[in-house]
T-cell receptor, first 114, second 114 residues
Framework: GAGVSQSPSNKVTEKGKDVELRCDPI?????LYWYRQSLGQGLEFLIY????????KSGLPSDRFSAERTGGSVSTLTIQRTQQEDSAVYLC????????????FGPGTRLTVT | QKEVEQNSGPLSVPEGAIASLNCTYS??????FFWYRQYSGKSPELIMS????GDKEDGRFTAQLNKASQYVSLLIRDSQPSDSATYLC??????????????FGQGTILTVHP
């Protein structure tokens, strides 16, 4: 079946602009996760959703970052007033449920802030 | 001390040899452990999960878990050039609302030379 999909695959934006990144999980997966991967920081957790609720937002770097999930499916990660340090690959993953299930990653969105 | 530490690498092995990748973690209550493979420019791909002490084999891959020592490893038998990638150890668990997130090691670069 179809895997996790993300859009756009690449995004170049100017410093100070807002961006939205989209994630479409594997059909039937109730849990959805956002991670960020950059050269200096490795792969780091941002937020996860169980259904439409976000039990853990502890990884969001600042209040410029927000995420939502509607209908238990698609999720959007929004970064306001982008900064150069936001440049990274943003990865989305999904799992059947939170408890005891593997997470499968999408292809990622490469964000470059100029 | 980092939460998840991997042998720093890079690791270079000849084709046909056994590659051994190691990982230690600091959170004693962690319950689930994963190995991901990441090719350059691609997203992480799940190759093994392990939840109980002991060995788990899947084809040429064997994951080993020792919760008392807080240690997890991945053995790749009959290594092939196509196994050349970065291998990421990921640990899930702990308690509370952070239960869903994966914490990753910094990765070990494996090169299999013909």
């Amino acid at each position: 079946g179809a895997g996790v999909s993300q859009s756009p695959s690449n995004k170049v934006t100017e410093k100070g602009k807002d961006v939205e990144l989209r994630c479409d999980p594997i059909s039937g997966h109730t849990a959805l996760y956002w991670y960020r991967q950059s050269l200096g920081q490795g792969l780091e957790f941002l937020i996860y959703f169980q259904g439409n609720s976000a039990p853990d937002k502890s990884g969001l770097p600042s209040d410029r970052f927000s995420a939502e999930r509607t209908g238990g499916s698609v999720s959007t990660l929004t970064i306001q007033r982008t900064q150069q340090e936001d440049s990274a690959v943003y990865l989305c993953a999904s799992s059947l449920a939170v408890d005891g299930y593997e997470q499968y990653f999408g292809p990622g969105t490469r964000l470059t802030v100029t | 001390q980092k939460e998840v530490e991997q042998n720093s690498g890079p690791l270079s092995v000849p084709e046909g040899a056994i590659a051994s990748l190691n990982c230690t973690y600091s959170d004693r209550v962690s319950q689930s452990f994963f190995w991901y493979r990441q090719y350059s420019g691609k997203s992480p791909e799940l190759i093994m999960s392990i939840y109980s002490n002991g060995d788990k084999e899947d084809g040429r891959f064997t994951a080993q878990l020792n919760k008392a020592s807080q240690y997890v490893s991945l053995l790749i038998r009959d290594s092939q050039p196509s196994d050349s990638a970065t291998y990421l150890c990921a640990v899930k668990g702990g308690g509370g609302t952070s239960y869903g997130k994966l914490t990753f090691g910094q990765g070990t670069i494996l090169t299999v030379h013909p």
